[in-house]
């Protein structure tokens, strides 16, 4: 109980993490931290708890979308941005 706090950071920091790394493109990074966290959860938290359930599905599902994303291509990005910007 008394190191709960510090377990929520860490959680909570791992997740951060994970979050930046998805944003920088750096799958395999965000892979490491998501896995990290679900084991966290995993073996702190109360496995038959709804909340429970419910947060590490929604991390499985985070982590197999992560895993589903391709990189942006330049030509696809410089097509986007020929469309946008219209005929000159």
């Avoid at 084991?39 to 895993?67: F, P």
Wanted: charged share 25%; glycine share 2%.
């Amino acid at each position: 109980p008394d190191q709960g706090l510090f377990l929520r950071e860490n959680l909570k920091l791992r997740l951060l993490n994970a979050r930046l790394s998805l944003l920088a493109r750096q799958l395999d990074a965000a892979q490491v931290d998501l896995r990290r966290a679900v084991d966290t959860i995993e073996r702190y938290a109360d496995r038959s708890s709804k909340r429970t359930q419910v947060m590490l599905d929604l991390l499985m599902q985070v982590a197999q979308q992560a895993r589903q994303s391709q990189p942006a291509r330049p030509d696809d990005t410089f097509a986007a941005l020929a469309a946008v910007a219209g005929p000159r």
